[in-house]
């Protein structure tokens, strides 16, 4: 499944940035997913085969909402 982000650019401009799982390799078999860290911030993690690493990471200001599989506690939450 893939993430969709609503970030804030412009009052009356919003755009939506998307992660796509297609665009990882296939062979890893790997799966974008989000966390709200502290603060508001939003973390894009890349999960493959149960090891998760950061993509990208948005301040609290810069996203208005994300979905998608969300990463809570060590686990991916389908």
């Known amino acids: 499944m893939s993430v969709h982000v609503e970030l804030h650019h412009r009052p009356d401009a ?8 297609a665009d990882l ?3 890893t078999g790997g799966i ?3 966390h709200l860290a502290a603060g ?5 993690l890349v999960d ?7 993509d990208r990471v948005f301040s ?3 996203w208005r ?3 998608g ?7 991916l939450l389908s």
């Open 48 to 54: 493959e085969r149960g090891e998760s690493r950061v």
């Open 32 to 34: 974008y997913c989000y």
């Open 65 to 67: 909402s994300a979905k």
């Open 60 to 62: 609290p200001t810069a």
């Open 25 to 27: 390799p296939t062979a």
């Open 40 to 44: 508001g911030s939003l973390v894009i």
């Open 69 to 75: 599989d969300v990463w809570r506690k060590g686990m």
């Open 14 to 21: 919003d755009t939506v940035e998307m992660f796509d799982d």
